[in-house]
């Protein structure tokens, strides 16, 4: 274990909104367990993650994607004795924002949005934390931690377009936060645990859904490097046991690699203090060059046996379809969905938060009561 607690964000500036210090709990826990609570996190059981989720019981969604994000973040964050309940918190929370129907139901709505400021889900996910979640008493939203909210803002590093950050949620709003700074270690270790996450999962999910067979998956040699481990040890019935060792082992390895280039990234840029993160002008926390490629080669081999297989492509256009209709029905009347304080600003705004908001199955069962 590595001991770079000094290039860790182990003290917050404060949150947007002053409150009491909690004597039990750090910032950042008060800051996941708001994530936890919230109403937009619980949502996410019901939002798909692949597969939509009235497909089946068994498979991963939005949450407990999310989950698993959170143990590979906390696992890379605890060997480098960062703080991993800021990695946690920033990977429970990344997919807030996202849509029914996954990805594309996000095509959808950024399609309806197109002349309205368009839609975003990671900045979706800063609309719902700073606005839209609305329990308190003495503010809106979340109030979460500078730090988290820095974050979350930089789930894909830097912001270089401030054009549409302030169309979704406003520039003024992030005074506190130099946009152009790189993010910390904890932000880069929560998106490159997304990477490992879905990359490995959804080959699981779709094996499971006979989408992906076996052999395909062994066509890759990172994979069938592994199988040759175990091939003789499972029995050929036990395939769902070897599937499992072949991904655990596939995490355990991506980890591995993540966590010896950000050592070397770390020595090689001559990385001290925690301003020094701010201002290397590069992602630290990386897969070395030779598992970048192996990344490239399971993206790709998804893409074609799994993204793009009849079945998956049917039920996205048909969340593709109930997206638009909601939109396209919603807007005529807006007053029959939403409340006064939510079109008070920007009734398109409000909609998209709206539509997004929903689950898969509350977005189906609406589009058959509005048709």
Not at 123 to 146: C, H, P, S
Not at 321 to 338: C, Q, V
């Amino acid at each position: 274990m590595k001991n770079f607690k000094k290039l860790g964000l182990f003290y917050s500036k404060g949150r947007f909104y002053n409150e009491p210090v909690n004597k039990y709990r750090t910032p950042f826990q008060r800051d996941r367990d708001r994530i936890i609570h919230s109403a937009s996190f619980r949502r996410l059981k019901h939002k798909t993650q692949v597969f939509v989720n009235t497909e089946g019981d068994h498979y991963r969604t939005r949450i407990t994607h999310s989950i698993e994000v959170s143990q590979i973040a906390r696992t890379i964050a605890k060997y480098l004795n960062l703080n991993e309940e800021l990695a946690e918190t920033l990977s429970l929370a990344h997919d807030l924002g996202h849509t029914p129907f996954g990805h594309a139901g996000e095509e959808a709505l950024n399609d309806c949005m197109q002349y309205y400021g368009g839609f975003d889900h990671n900045l979706q996910t800063l609309r719902i934390v700073m606005f839209i979640e609305n329990k308190y008493m003495d503010f809106k939203g979340l109030n979460l931690t500078i730090e988290t909210i820095d974050g979350l803002l930089k789930h894909n590093g830097p912001i270089l377009n401030t054009t549409v950050v302030n169309n979704l949620i406003g520039l003024k709003n992030f005074k506190k936060i130099n946009l152009k700074n790189y993010p910390s270690l904890e932000s880069q270790i929560a998106s490159i645990s997304d990477d490992i996450a879905y990359n490995n999962h959804d080959i699981q999910d779709g094996i499971n859904a006979q989408l992906l067979t076996l052999d395909e998956l062994l066509e890759i040699n990172f994979f069938k490097n592994i199988y040759k481990k175990y091939k003789n040890k499972i029995k050929p019935k036990n395939k769902d046991k070897l599937v499992h060792q072949i991904i655990r082992d596939s995490i355990n390895l991506m980890v591995r690699d993540i966590i010896d280039t950000t050592l070397y990234n770390i020595k090689e840029n001559n990385i001290k203090s925690l301003n020094d993160v701010y201002k290397t002008k590069k992602t630290l926390v990386n897969f070395s060059d030779k598992f970048n490629h192996i990344i490239e080669e399971i993206r790709f081999f998804l893409r074609i046996n799994m993204y793009n297989h009849k079945g998956v492509l049917k039920k996205n256009e048909n969340g593709k379809k109930i997206i638009t209709n909601l939109f396209n029905n919603i807007r005529i009347n807006p007053k029959k969905y939403l409340n006064k304080e939510q079109l008070k600003f920007d009734k398109y705004r409000s909609i998209a938060d709206y539509i997004s908001g929903m689950t898969d199955r509350y977005a189906i069962n609406l589009n058959k009561i509005i048709k």
